[in-house]
């Protein structure tokens, strides 16, 4: 299905329910191509959840919530017991694992399951309305934190990683969702916008929504930040997360890790900014966060053409973590958390 998507605003939703299948923007196609895919069956969503069709913490989240609605409406049509579509649940719950977004929405919106269609959609929709509320948030508290720590007048040089739009979350964004605020007051000078493996998600899909948006920015190689930062052209960095442990250890983005080192050397901000479904008060530090391996040819290939000699092996995690003495600032909607100065998730998120 090809339509025209415009970002912009929290109207541009990644998941949509259709009153009979999920309907999700294919973020392996943009900005080049704006299409929908139409989800009807339990190993499509995987599939594309796999594939990074829908891809970002609360955007998988949500297309999680939704599986269970797709789930029940397929053990319907094919005469799955309830156990049978519990099992099938499970595999949407397992798709990936590290953002933990993905199962403690599609555990919510189970918790609604014996009450049938109606109620497990109810509390998808929930999950999606709030979702967006938070990021509105995050926005407004990450806006005021930093504009008071950095201290100048003049817009601020603003360094991100990955996307963390409106097409990762339910609308609006995280760390996008404070560049918007920061922009929307006219406190944005350029966002450098690193361009993230393995699938271009910040050239292909930050600087689209930048771009539909008017904010200046760079697209420049992951290997680009720590110089750019350490040159004095950033004024602060602001990154989404997968997983935050109870200690402020944060799994996000492979490449993130690099970037905190350069901050904490250059004596800038490093912030954080996910909701607290985003936080894992149960996993106690970044050791115990599972980290996802994806294939090979993820980095072994370059558009499908083998670049790297034959007997070479690939390693590719689509994540590191954090510590959280890097995290100057974790910014949820309930405000800001100074991590590296002791205020641990542990302790005030309980
Ligand atoms: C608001 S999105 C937060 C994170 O999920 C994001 O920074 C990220 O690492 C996404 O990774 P991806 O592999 O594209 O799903």
Redesign the pocket.
């Known amino acids: 299905m090809s339509q025209e998507i415009r970002s912009g605003s929290e109207e541009l939703s990644a998941v949509q329910w259709t009153g009979a299948s999920l309907a999700l923007i294919d973020q392996t196609v943009l900005p080049h191509r704006t299409e929908t895919m139409d989800v009807r069956d339990v190993d499509t969503l995987v599939d594309a959840i796999q594939r ?1 069709v829908v ?4 955007a998988i989240g949500a297309a999680g919530a939704y599986g269970v609605a797709l789930a029940l409406l397929q053990g319907e049509r094919e005469g799955w017991s309830a156990d049978e579509i519990r099992a099938a649940v499970a595999r949407v719950r397992e798709a990936r694992p590290t ?1 933990v977004n993905l199962m403690v929405c599609v555990d919510r919106v189970m918790t609604r399951f014996d009450e049938g269609l109606e109620a497990v959609l109810e509390e998808a929709a929930a999950v999606q309305r709030e979702d967006v509320e938070a990021n509105r948030a995050m926005g407004a508290h990450g806006a005021d934190w930093l504009l008071e720590r950095v201290g100048v007048e003049r817009p601020l040089r603003i360094l991100t990683h ?3 739009g409106a097409l ?2 339910a609308g609006w ?2 760390a996008l969702g404070v560049i918007r605020e920061l922009h929307a007051r006219g406190r944005v000078e350029v966002v450098y916008a690193d361009e993230t493996r393995p699938l271009l ?1 910040g050239s292909r899909l930050t600087a689209w929504e930048l771009a539909q948006e008017g904010i200046p920015h760079y697209v420049q190689a992951d290997g680009a930040a720590a110089g750019t930062i350490l040159r004095g052209e950033v004024d602060a960095a602001i ?4 997983r935050i442990a109870a200690n402020g250890d944060t799994a ?2 492979v490449g993130t890790v690099g970037v905190a080192l350069a901050c904490a050397d250059a004596g800038i901000p490093f912030l954080v900014a996910a909701p607290t479904t985003t936080v894992d008060l149960a996993t106690k530090t970044g050791d115990e966060i599972h980290i996802e391996l994806r294939g090979e040819d993820e980095v072994l290939e370059w558009g499908g053409v083998r670049t790297a000699p034959a007997g070479s092996r690939g390693h590719n995690p ?2 590191d973590v954090t510590p959280g003495r890097l995290v100057t600032g974790l910014v949820t909607e309930r405000g800001v958390l100074e991590v590296s100065a002791g205020q641990l998730p542990g302790e005030r998120l309980g």
Do not use: S
């Open positions: 990074l891809r970002g913490a609360p953002a990955c996307n963390t990762a979350t964004g995280t998600q990154v989404g997360a997968d996000n983005k689509a994540f």
